[in-house]
């Protein structure tokens, strides 16, 4: 039983447009929730994080929404920049943080020049 | 955020071997993970490293196989042992709490690509 979904196995963006990616979650109990960037041969990379009692956080070209009483979550990049081509993982936490990540099977955000 | 090492960065082994996993942080921290990325699978955690006591395992990973050690507050170790195939993975240690910095954010190291034959 998957509890962090990301249903977009790949997602193309032309240069300089806005990028969404969609995470999805059944576990009610996840209070804090984070975006990671990986590159093939490296580890995640920490991008934004969003706490329950927050709906938006922002951080320069990204942005993470939260709608808690649909249990989904919005990475939203703009505008999109060839660097950002990677694989997006959306993750969950109980306890605010305090426990290990519950992780989603990631996006392929690919930026077409 | 802490800058995160893991040794070896990959390898090759026969089954029936075991293999240690060395993760060094350059600061204190107060939290370290153990998570495995098998292939075309999202990251998965297999327990968390307590210094000085046992680590706390996720449902499905148990101490015999997956044995590790905190001895302190920048260094873990995660053994695989008594590898077989299915073994075949990335293995990635993270961290939390690092000293002066941001709270709840975990940070992961590069990761150890191992294959099993």
């Known amino acids: 039983d998957q509890q962090v979904k990301q249903n977009s196995p790949s997602l193309s963006v032309q240069e300089g447009r806005i990028s969404i990616l969609n995470c999805d979650y059944t576990?009610?109990?996840?209070?804090?929730f984070l975006w990671y960037k990986k590159y093939p041969a490296e580890g995640p990379t920490f991008l934004i994080s969003i706490s329950s009692i927050k709906d938006k956080n922002e951080d320069g070209r990204f942005t993470v929404f939260l709608n808690k009483s649909a249990k989904h979550l919005s990475l939203h990049i703009v505008p999109s920049q060839p660097g950002d081509s990677a694989v997006y993982f959306c993750?969950?936490?109980?306890?605010?943080?305090?426990?290990?990540?519950?992780f989603g099977k990631g996006t392929h955000l690919i930026i077409q020049p | 955020s802490a800058v995160i090492s893991q040794k070896p960065s990959r390898d090759i082994c026969q089954r029936g071997t075991s293999l240690t996993i060395q993760c060094q942080v350059d600061?204190?921290?107060?939290?370290m993970f153990w998570y495995r990325q098998q292939p075309g699978q999202s990251l998965t955690l297999i327990a968390t490293?307590?210094?000085?006591?046992?680590?706390?395992?996720e449902s499905g990973f148990v101490i015999d196989k997956f044995p590790i050690s905190r001895p302190n507050l920048t260094f873990s170790t995660l053994t695989v042992s008594n590898m077989s195939p299915e073994d075949s993975s990335i293995y990635l240690c993270s961290v939390k709490g690092v000293a002066g910095g941001p709270g709840n954010e975990q940070f992961f190291g590069p990761g150890t690509r191992l294959t099993v034959l």
């Open positions: 576990n009610s109990m996840f209070d804090y």
């Open positions: 490293a307590n210094q000085g006591s046992e680590a706390t395992y």
């Open positions: 993750a969950a936490s109980e306890g605010g943080g305090a426990d290990g990540l519950t």
């Open positions: 600061s204190q921290v107060t939290m």
